[in-house]
T-cell receptor
């Protein structure tokens, strides 16, 4: 089966600009996650969708970050305006409920550099 | 609170066993996971263990769980150069949302 697709793979922007990332999860996976991975750290969950509804966005900086998952499939994550500290890899993951075990499958990520 | 701690670096000789350790804080975590990340790639699920188990073996991988001490370890037998990567421990806290809390990762370097 095809994996989680993300684009672009790399993006360089100046601070105060805006940027958007796209994710296409594995077909049939109801749950979609966006993580931020700062260099040298583990991924941190930004937002989690169940179908097209948000179930956890407690760590999403809502003054500048937004995400949507229209029709419960693809998702976009937007940053506006970007700050230097937003430089990170943004990982998308999707999962399927296998009797209470949610194995998360990760995409390759988008590396964002804010200058 | 939710926190996962790992040592940052481990160096082993090819053919030896590697042991990567992790401590977590949320005693309600139902599953605990090990992920592998190679350079420029996303995370790959290696294995997981249910919280009522104390050991799980999967080919060269052995996971040990000490729930009393909230300590998790991953042993890789016969470590190969292809095992060089960053290994992340993650807990899945209770609450029904199945989010993962990751440690900072342990970089495993395998040398001849």
């Amino acid at each position: 089966e095809a994996g989680v697709a993300q684009s672009p793979r790399y993006k360089i922007i100046e601070k105060r600009q805006s940027v958007a990332f796209w994710c296409n999860p594995i077909s049939g996976h109801a749950t979609l996650y966006w993580y931020q991975q700062i260099l040298g750290q583990g991924p941190k969950l930004l937002i989690q969708f169940q179908n097209n509804g948000v179930v956890d966005d407690s760590q999403l900086p809502k003054d500048r970050f937004s995400a949507e998952r229209l029709k419960g499939v693809d998702s976009t994550l937007k940053i506006q305006p970007a700050k230097l500290e937003d430089s990170a890899v943004y990982l998308c993951a999707s999962s399927l409920d296998r009797g209470g075990i949610y194995e998360q499958y990760f995409g390759p990520g988008t590396r964002l550099t804010v200058t | 609170g939710e926190d996962v701690e790992q040592s940052l670096f481990l160096s082993v000789r090819e053919g030896d066993s590697s042991v990567i350790n992790c401590t977590y804080t949320d005693s309600s975590s139902t599953y605990l996971y090990w992920y592998k990340q190679e350079p420029g790639a996303g995370l790959q699920l290696l294995t997981y263990i249910f919280s009522n188990m104390d050991m799980k073996q999967d080919q060269r991988l052995t996971v040990l769980l000490n729930k009393k001490d909230k300590h998790l370890s991953l042993r890789i037998a016969d470590t190969q150069t292809g095992d060089s990567a960053i290994y992340f421990c993650a807990e899945s806290p209770g609450g029904g949302y199945n989010k993962l809390i990751f440690g900072a990762g342990t970089r495993l370097a395998v040398h001849p």
